[in-house]
């Protein structure tokens, strides 16, 4: 990707002045910024996180603890990432860089949701299957149907049976059952593309209901991604709520299950959250 060039993607069709492409941008200054770190999971679904035998957090959860709260201490992961990054837990092989951060700023208008990421993307994968686009970056809202998305994020639409899991099928995606999640995803192919789509029992692409833009620059080596989103959406976001979301990052043109991700946080809009929005 070119330094400095700015990419935009309008998905659909507005009428001007309602599309959220038409709202004033917020003053991100006036944002507060959070740190969250993403890190590449292995071949680790959601039934390997709820099985007692391989995952010792699995009572935890049982009792509705949070995979944040057991494995973010002072804002840092508290993770071993040596058997993530093993053969135990990751058989093709993992990226050099297992973890690394990303910032989180939020803000919101009576229309809608602003989310805005900075990070450092790694090179040094293993996998290098998507080659259209070096980049994406994905921001998921599950709503309250969603089992563990209260405690797990999206990481409860990750199954063993999905594609580049070992042994799945390349046909079945990441899936979500029951309940729905919201996807926004920007990716660098073609000059920087949004996608606004939705996770029932598959992953849809397209035909979301959350209206979503994105655009991307790059400074230096430091990528932001700015996302904009209905509040009414597939996924309601109310204001005075705090709302779960999760991050998910391909980079180094990774597909599949190869990317780095977030585990389950909130963003609190006009409210307490791991990432706090404030009105605009």
Known sequence: MKKNLVFLAV???FVALGSPAAMAAPDWNKAAKSTIHVFHPGAAPIEWVQGKGDHSGAAGLKKGETCAGCHIEDGKLSLDLKRLASKEMEPKGAPKAMSYPVTV???YDATN????LS?????GGFDHSD???????SVMFPNDKVPLADQAGCWAACHKDARTMPGAADTKTKYATPGA????????GGGGKAVDGAVTDKRNMEGGKAGVTAEATKAGDVTTVTFTRKLAGGVNLAPGKAVPFGIAIHADNAGGRFHHVSFGHTI???ADGDVKAAKQ
């Open 268 to 270: 609190g809009l006009g």
């Open 113 to 116: 949701l602003y989310v805005r």
């Open 131 to 137: 080659k259209d686009n070096e980049l994406k970056a």
């Open 11 to 13: 998905f659909g069709a």
């Open 119 to 123: 990070f450092k993307a790694p090179g």
């Open 105 to 107: 700023q939020a803000a």
């Open 181 to 188: 999640m919201d996807l926004m995803q920007w990716k660098s």
